[in-house]
């Protein structure tokens, strides 16, 4: 990354390790050739050693989910002489003339002078563990290596990472090739690595849970209210020794806080809702992915079914006393978005329950969750073909307005939640009343005005504003409670409507720009989106095995597995034109199905499109070629 720093005539760049980074600094007025060292805020200490060209420190400044021994320890290494005047506990309200080279205090601050330098570098390394560990780091991860050759190892991991999946490119299609490995570097950038590497060799990690420093895996930075939908699969499929690191990391959390996390930042954080650390544990087992720590893992899926962080609300179930006891959580006993709580909690009782089957546990164990995965029916609402808040006395909400956002949604309205059964399509199409009631449905969705109704928020939340723009109707991509919607009209017979809504989202909603994105990003869902979409399949279902089918984007694709085998994806017909997928073939066979088995892909595989500019309204429309649903 590189910035130029007009006002100041200063050029830095700045290009990283997992836990280190170099810094240039290009000074253009060699008579001031300065540098602020801020430690932030809140706590934080700096210590100048001029000798050995190098300040040590800490800081804690952060936005919660730490305990209170969190400290972020730096380290950072010159390659010449400074002077110092001395540093100070409480930011600018102190002079910096103070002759002391350590501060330990609120706000700890220093400015060093390098003369009339005009390239200064530094090697920075942080560590959560101790300064001794962010030295380590340092000098394992950047040594004696210049800033050039830390940059070229950062291209060469960056080209190997991206490089699992190889997009053939030509000029019709660059702007959409520069948008995908955009999608591809942003799906990669979370969950974040909070483990280090000791003086041993072995792997530890400072625990955001009780601030012990233990060994083994630990991330951080994630939310599973967005991942768990597309970029955990997108690990698991291209990824996976990645993931089950994170895996062993989730059942070193439960360990640790006597439960799995729902939003890592890097700790438990009160944010969002559901329990879709489910869906990531149980996508991962059913995958193969994951072979260790099974049982703990097991017995964290099911303590969380059954209980509530006491001083968490979004950590385990809030509400599960009531959801296990009614089949849902009522919307009028004081918990908010009540009815998006109850759905995601039906999908996360089925994530546990075929987890369980996986791991041969007794069907006595299994009952509850087989039964639970159905009680997204207690929502549903035959006069409106929608799913409504219920209150605890078995009536719904009153005042329904399908277009109110929140209330008992989150970040979303029921026409957007009403289709969070992913786990089970084909029965809410008999809900529905049928293949056309509910395909006439996702068809009304897709192009009715863009009203709502916003007095739950009190004003124009951004995620409404986008939906509001996209021109898609009700449909609101730039969030993450629709985003499987387009690929539905799969399971009711119609998937070249799919294969049209799909491409128009990919056209209308993401670019090769600045503003290229819909929407929230999210820790790399919204890009794991794209990035399955072009491949022309999607994940609808985690811990399902299979990948519902949309179309592919580019001519030629192959994905080189970590297991040594390829995938090859061929459409050399495909264009804006020509979206539609006239006929499939698989391993050379012709291959009718809406949907692949996981597996069939992961032991190496050829699909072969031969696309057309018009719908083929014979292919894909027999109930034996509709992707998994549970009541079938």
Known sequence: ????????????????????????????????????????????????????????????????????????????????????????????????????????????????????????????????????????????????????????????????????????????NIDDVRTFYSCLYR?????????????????????????????????????????????????????????????QGLANAYRESGYLPEWASPGHRRCMIGNNSASVVADAVVSGVNKNDLETLWQAVVHGAHSNHPDISSVGRLGYDQYNELGYVPCDVGIRESAARTLEYAYDDWCIFQMGKFLNKPQNELREFEKRALNYRNLFDKSTSLMRGRMADGKFAPDFNPVKWGGDFTEGNSLHYTWSVFHNPADLIKLMGGYDKFSAMLDTIMVM???????????????????????????????????????????????????YWIREAMNRLYSATPDGYCGDEDNGQTSAWYVFSALGFYPVCPASGQYVLG???????????????????????????????NNMWLNNNRYDKNYIEIPVLKSGAELKYDMSSEPNKNRGTKKESYPYSFSD
């Open 1 to 172: 990354y590189k910035v130029y720093l007009a006002d100041f005539n200063i050029t830095t760049e700045i290009t990283p390790t997992s836990r280190a980074a170099m810094f240039r600094f290009t000074y253009g007025d060699k008579s001031e050739s300065n540098l602020v060292i801020d430690a932030f805020d809140n706590g934080s200490q700096i210590s100048v050693l001029p000798e050995k060209r190098m300040v040590i420190g800490y800081t804690t400044k952060n936005g919660g989910g730490v305990p209170d021994n969190f400290r972020n320890y730096f380290v950072i290494q010159f390659d010449r002489n400074f002077s110092c005047e001395g540093v100070v506990t409480d930011g600018y309200k102190d002079s910096l003339k103070t002759n002391s080279l350590i501060a330990e205090g609120n706000h700890a601050i220093t400015v060093l002078s390098f003369g009339n330098s005009d390239i200064v570098n530094a090697k920075v390394a942080s560590s959560f563990i101790s300064t001794e560990q962010a030295i380590r780091n340092l000098e394992s991860e950047i040594g004696q290596s210049s800033f050039d050759e830390i940059k070229n190892k950062g291209k060469d991991e960056w080209n190997k990472i991206l490089g699992r999946i190889n997009v053939d490119i030509d000029v019709e």
């Open 187 to 247: 799906s990669v950038l979370f969950p974040r690595s909070l483990y280090e590497i000791d003086a041993s060799g072995n792997v530890v990690h400072y625990s955001p849970y009780n601030g012990k420093v233990l060994p083994g895996y630990m991330f951080t930075d994630t939310g599973f209210w967005d991942t768990f939908r597309s970029l955990f699969p997108l690990l698991n499929l291209m990824y996976p020794s990645i993931n089950e690191k994170m895996q």
């Open 449 to 499: 005005p863009p009203t709502f109704d916003d007095s739950y928020y009190g004003g124009v939340i951004h995620e409404i504003r986008e939906m509001q723009v996209m021109n898609m109707g009700q449909y609101a991509h730039g969030n993450q409670p629709a985003q499987h919607m387009l690929y539905l009209y799969n399971y009711c017979g119609q998937p070249w409507k799919s294969q």
């Open 551 to 581: 179309a592919p984007h580019f001519k030629h694709v192959t994905l080189n597995l970590e297991n040594g085998n390829k995938v090859e994806i061929n459409a050399d017909k495909v264009s804006d034109e020509c979206r539609y997928v």
